[in-house]
């Protein structure tokens, strides 16, 4: 990396970025798992296309968005900029009618929280003729604040979901309470547990489990996270790391 100015944002962002994956490796090792199975995206959804180009540079290779206008809004900037493709995710709750905004120009869909959202995205891809990678948000809190398939309706919609043309199912995601490392843990390990009977079931590998947030991340590595998506610990100079 070329030298940085140490008051700048992008050192901030270099040493974030540093700090976040040592963190992992620890968590990991913990665990007994490698590090190199644990994925960590950047939220972008509080910034803007300049500070996602800066993060890219000192080295995140992906970002997560939750709002396909603010996702287009990004692309159009970046590529605007003239500054080569970013990946994106899409990580957020997806109306009906923003779909066709969002396929073709992500990489992931984390949150494909019914059997209907299922089907009207795998519809609407036949149509373009491709195929999305897609997460099943999974309720596992039971929540009523949270959206996704609650375990025992995954398990009654999985068979059909799986078998829909215009997706792929690459895994679970879910979201755990805030503010409550045993809730977290918990939900951590019941959404692995899930996708271990799941796997049994379907004969999909469901590779992907994309859970923890900044709070819990490390948390979710240990309970088996592939995909932890942290937004505030990377942007956020105002952020402790805890
Ligand atoms: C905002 C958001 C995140 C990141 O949350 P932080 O607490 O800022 O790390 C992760 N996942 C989803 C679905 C989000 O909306």
């Excluded at 080569?84 to 905004?101: A, E, R, T």
């Excluded at 819990?216 to 610990?233: H, K, P, Q, W």
């Amino acid at each position: 990396m070329d030298e940085l100015d140490p008051a700048s944002y992008e050192y901030f962002l270099a040493l974030r970025l540093h700090a976040i994956r040592q963190r992992i490796a620890e968590a990991a090792a913990r665990a007994g798992r490698d590090a190199s199975e644990v994925e960590a995206i950047a939220v972008s959804k509080t910034v803007g296309a300049e500070e996602v180009l800066a993060a890219r540079r000192v080295g995140w290779g992906a970002f997560g968005e939750n709002r396909p206008q603010e996702l287009a809004r990004k692309l159009e900037a970046i590529s605007a900029a003239g500054a080569g493709p970013v990946c994106f995710d899409m990580i957020g709750n997806l109306q009906k009618n923003k779909i066709n905004q969002v396929i073709g120009k992500v990489r992931l869909i984390h949150s494909i929280s019914s059997a209907h959202l299922a089907e009207a995205v795998s519809t609407r891809c036949e149509a373009r003729g491709i195929v999305a990678d897609v997460l099943l948000e999974t309720n596992v809190s039971g929540e009523p604040s949270k959206s996704g398939f609650a375990p025992d309706e995954l398990r009654a919609a999985v068979e059909g979901v799986v078998g829909l043309p215009g997706i792929r199912v690459r895994g679970l995601m879910t979201m755990a309470p805030a503010g409550d490392a045993d809730a977290a843990r918990a939900t951590f390990s019941g959404l692995r547990e899930l996708a271990d009977e799941l796997r049994g079931r379907t004969g999909l590998a469901l590779e992907t489990l994309s859970c923890g947030m900044s709070d819990d991340f490390e948390i979710a590595v240990e309970e088996g996270s592939t995909l932890v998506r942290l937004g505030r610990c990377v942007f956020d100079r105002g952020y402790t790391l805890g």
